[in-house]
């Protein structure tokens, strides 16, 4: 094929390759988005909570309790989206999904 250089590869070596170099940036901007919830959700919230991804527009924060997972959803969470979305422009934020989940000791 016109415009290639070098040989072709197979698929099952290319995207091990891609996927370490991706890697780190994915685990830069979910340490970033985790640093911004901290202080978008303030103290009391964060340590109930852990972020645990963001796909497309979404994060998704594990929550320990079903209460604060309500409280969250129905009262806080437009405070919390505004706040995280002027700390963190560069990604576009739709919304924040809540899971409840167990957490692990920091």
């Known amino acids: 094929i016109a415009g290639l250089d070098g040989p072709l590869r197979r698929l099952g070596e290319i995207v091990p390759e891609i996927l370490k170099s991706i890697g780190p940036r ?3 901007e979910l340490y970033e988005l985790t640093e911004a919830w901290g202080r978008a959700a ?3 919230v964060a340590r109930c909570t852990r972020v645990v991804g963001f796909n497309r527009d979404t994060l998704s924060v594990a929550v320990e309790s079903a209460p604060l997972r309500q409280e969250i959803e ?3 969470k ?3 989206l505004a706040r995280i979305r002027a700390e963190f422009p560069r990604r576009k934020i739709a ?3 809540c899971v409840l989940r167990a957490l692990e000791s920091p």
């Open 26 to 28: 994915v685990r830069s």
């Open 95 to 97: 919304d924040v999904k």
């Open 42 to 44: 303030g103290a009391d």
């Open 78 to 80: 437009p405070e919390i």
């Open 74 to 76: 129905m009262f806080r």
